[in-house]
């Protein structure tokens, strides 16, 4: 059974950094699309960053608002993903998601801002970011 466990959540000022991780289980960690997700309370959950592929050759897209300040990559050999999140702002506080599912234009989906294109979810974590 597909299993993802996000883990780095906890409070961050504004302007700071904070790292996530995803590890996944059940699965082939080399040929499925990762992603992070976010959702806000009463709101769609909406992409951040996605992954796809293996080492050096790993395709990366990101949602406008995360460009230049979210990095995502993934160590293979410890199945985890990583989201590094910089100059946080106090309106991104909120639910952080990791997802997977067999590639299926979720790079361009989530380039897009959307999650439609992951079936299977994390339980999440959450990012406070006081002001």
């Known amino acids: 059974q597909i299993r993802l466990v996000e883990s780095g959540g906890g409070s961050v000022a504004a302007g700071g950094s904070l790292t996530l991780s995803c590890r996944g289980y059940?699965?082939?960690?080399?040929?499925?699309?990762m992603g992070w997700f976010r959702q806000a309370p009463g709101k769609e959950r909406e992409g951040v960053a996605a992954?796809?592929?293996?080492?050096?050759?790993?395709?990366?897209s990101y949602a406008d608002f995360a460009k230049g300040r979210f990095t995502i990559s993934k160590d293979d050999a410890k199945t985890t993903i990583n989201l590094q999140m910089k100059n946080s702002q106090p309106a991104e506080g909120r639910m952080y998601y990791c997802g997977t599912n067999q590639p299926r234009d979720c790079l361009g989906t989530v380039r897009g801002g959307k999650h439609s294109a992951m079936h299977y979810w994390g339980e999440g974590t959450r990012v406070p970011v006081s002001s």
């Open positions: 059940q699965f082939d960690f080399r040929t499925y699309c």
């Open positions: 992954i796809l592929g293996s080492g050096d050759h790993a395709a990366t």
